[in-house]
């Protein structure tokens, strides 16, 4: 079987079809549908400053299923704009992931309830089962640095990103990480990931 | 069939004591960690655990509070645990500041027995046990700094003249005094060792009173030896005589001071380890690399097999006191101020590298 190959951004993933079962989730007719999550968009008034704020569903980029097992991806790439995002990435990157989370599990299981497929019987069957494990993985690349000092804070970034987004997760799973999906050395079997050039 | 009770602590409530005003710790019987700033009571949760458990165990076992010295009854060994093991000016000064008279209490539970502690502004200590602790073993306090180097003449010193030192180091002292178990080492001893002196590339030793590290080519004084070195020198030599490897209780108050952060995964086997022949242990730590390590270790072990717990100290702004968060692994607790001193470095240390970037 050929893999399945998403496109997100200026990235390509392919998902081996042998070990994969693999959706991409924001674009999923259950997430997008008339019965699905996003339904719920709307407004709210603020009671302080009597603004409409616009209350929306989050989605992670990609769910799936390997070995039993359910993995929530979300991908950010951050090359060539990452001082514009260093003060948010820093604070915010952990909760907005996390948002994403919450809204992408209460919506697959809505989704099992009123629109089910064999995928969402198992997606669903792997998240209720206390004892399959849950992944999120936050796939975020950024320019590589080239000084050693700055590859240093690179690689320490990571692990700060991975900690702060455990902290956010600890509610659901404590198997969350941030990885550079382009780094050869992180492994996950049967996904490639590769830059796409214009 | 002979069946040994390896007795736990399991329960500590605590009221109006120290930084407390209510605060309670369930207890895994396995390592416990407790993280948060400065001055939010860490180490006086180990010294009341300390104090407490070793004066009833010296009250059951008819001790006394220095082997067969000294006051026998529960009320007076408390008074005096507590007295050198915090070194406040009066008793009274461990009850929580405020106007007018008060109490502080305790309450401490093992799985066979309780002691109910109160103490009053005035210094009076009075105590109230139930159950069985008969079966309750020894504790061993690790104070932040060695004691190998200040060893020869300490106890008898420490006896007979005022000291800034307090008794967590003379019991310390005491117990390194003990010569080396009779016999070859068991293999859970050996294994324990292994990597301990594996990482000294030295085996420890005693002469005449005095710690040696013994090395390919002969040996060196402890003084003359890093003190990171020296500290666990110290846990080898606690091992080699059975100190440490009974089924009792391990307080260790900041393993990290002095060591390297290279030696933290060992520091986590040591105490892993020791969990795995029955000793209960409790760990403070301001250290991101040891916290992490000791939680990995704890991640590992199989869901509902839980023998671990974190805990996280903090005051909350509007309460009295400090409060307490519990989770099963570091990053289940929002109060982490050792992750929060990480991430405010990080995004300085990032600022820094696009900055130079950019120019």
């Known amino acids: 079987m050929p893999p399945k190959i998403f496109v997100e951004g200026r990235i390509e993933f392919r998902f081996d079809d042998a070990c994969w079962e693999v959706e991409k989730w924001d674009d999923h007719p259950a997430f997008t549908g008339s019965l699905g999550i996003r339904r719920i968009n709307g407004e709210l008034t603020d009671p302080v400053s009597g603004k409409q704020l616009p209350e929306g569903t989050k989605a992670v980029d990609f769910v799936g299923l390997s070995a039993g097992e359910l993995y929530l991806f979300e991908v950010k790439d951050f090359r060539g704009h990452a001082a514009a995002n260093a003060h948010r990435q820093e604070h915010e990157l952990p909760l907005e992931i996390g948002l994403k989370v919450r809204d992408t599990i209460a919506g697959l299981l809505g989704a099992h309830r009123m629109a089910p497929s064999p995928w969402l019987e198992r997606v669903a069957g792997a998240l209720c089962e206390r004892t399959r494990r849950l992944h999120v993985i936050a796939w975020i690349v950024e320019d590589t640095p080239q000084a050693r000092r700055d590859r240093r804070v690179h690689i320490k970034t990571t692990g700060v990103r991975s900690d702060q987004l455990q902290r956010r997760l600890s509610w659901c799973t404590r198997k969350a990480w941030a990885d550079d999906p382009l780094d050869p050395s992180i492994v996950l079997p049967g996904v490639q990931a590769r830059t796409l050039h214009a | ?359």
């Open chain 2, 1 to 359: 069939m002979l069946v040994i009770v390896v007795v736990k602590i399991s329960r500590l409530r605590v009221h109006r004591f120290t930084a407390f005003e209510d605060a309670e710790f369930d207890f895994a019987a396995g390592v416990n960690v407790l993280i948060g700033e400065n001055g939010t009571g860490k180490s006086h949760v180990l010294k009341l655990l300390y104090a407490v458990s070793e004066a009833v165990r010296r009250h059951a076992t008819g001790e006394g509070l220095d082997g067969l010295t000294g006051p026998r009854g529960l009320d007076e060994i408390l008074a005096a645990m507590l007295a050198s093991v915090f070194l406040p000016d009066e008793l009274g000064r461990l009850v929580r500041r405020a106007k007018g008279r008060r109490t502080a209490e305790a309450e401490l539970t093992w799985e066979t027995g309780t002691v109910e502690l109160k103490l009053s502004s005035l210094g009076k200590v009075t105590a109230k046990l139930t159950g069985d602790v008969s079966g309750l073993e020894r504790a061993v306090f690790l104070p932040t700094r060695e004691v190998l180097s200040i060893f020869p003449g300490f106890v008898e010193t420490w006896l007979r003249r005022e000291s800034t030192f307090d008794r967590t180091y003379y019991d310390l002292c005491l117990a390194l005094g003990l010569p080396p178990l009779r016999g070859p080492r068991d293999a859970t001893r050996a294994a324990l060792l292994k990597p301990i002196e594996e990482a000294l590339r030295a085996s420890v030793v005693v002469d005449h009173g005095r710690f040696y590290l013994r090395y390919d080519d002969g040996n060196m004084e402890a003084p003359l030896v890093a003190e990171g070195h020296r500290k666990l020198a110290m846990i080898a030599y606690l091992i080699i005589n059975g100190s440490l490897t009974s089924k009792g209780f391990l307080f260790w108050d900041e393993p990290e001071a002095s060591m390297n952060p290279k030696l933290s995964r060992l520091t986590r086997d040591v105490v892993f380890g020791m969990g795995k022949l029955g000793v209960q242990s409790f760990i403070t730590t301001h250290d991101y690399v040891l916290a992490s390590e000791l939680s990995l270790a704890a991640g590992a072990v199989a869901a509902g097999a839980e023998v671990s717990r974190f805990f996280a100290l903090g005051r909350e702004s509007g309460k009295e006191g400090v409060g307490v968060e519990v989770g099963a692994v570091l990053n289940d607790l929002e109060t982490n101020p050792i992750l929060d001193a990480f991430v405010d470095l990080n995004g300085r240390e990032r600022a820094a590298m696009m900055a130079r970037q950019e120019s």
